[in-house]
Nanobody
Framework: QVELVDSGGGLVQTGDSLRLSCAAS????????MGWFRQAPGKERQFVAT????????VYADSVKGRFTISRDNAKNTVYLQMNSLKPEDTAVYYC???????????????WGQGTQVTVSS
């Protein structure tokens, strides 16, 4: 199995930046696509960004395109989400996930982190 621990959330103001990290255990991290999802109260968990195994392909939700950047460091078994120009509507619990393919569907990911809270004040 793959164990994921995500971190880096916090309380920020509109326009601020945060960098989320997700540390993975296991020796086969580089073979997994990694994704970030978020879930606000009363809403379905939604796709944010994904990156394939070697980092050559990335996909972003329209709502974060141009503001968020997903990256990975396979030597450190870590995936990152750099979030710039944050808006109140970005407020959610953010989850990292590992799966076979870099796709947008949350059901395609078999392993999930515990979540980290991001709150953006109005």
């Amino acid at each position: 199995q793959v164990e994921l621990v995500d971190s880096g959330g916090g309380l920020v103001q509109t326009g601020d930046s945060l960098r989320l990290s997700c540390a993975a255990s296991g020796r086969t991290f580089s073979s997994y696509a990694m994704g970030w999802f978020r879930q606000a109260p009363g809403k379905e968990r939604q796709f944010v960004a994904t990156i394939n195994w070697n980092g050559r392909n990335t996909v972003y939700a329209d709502s974060v395109k141009g503001r968020f950047t997903i990256s990975r460091d396979n030597a450190k078994n870590t995936v990152y989400l750099q979030m710039n120009s944050l808006k109140p509507e970005d407020t959610a619990v953010y989850y990292c996930a590992a799966g076979r393919y870099a796709v947008t569907a949350r059901t395609a990911y078999g392993y999930w982190g515990q979540g980290t809270q991001v709150t953006v004040s109005s």
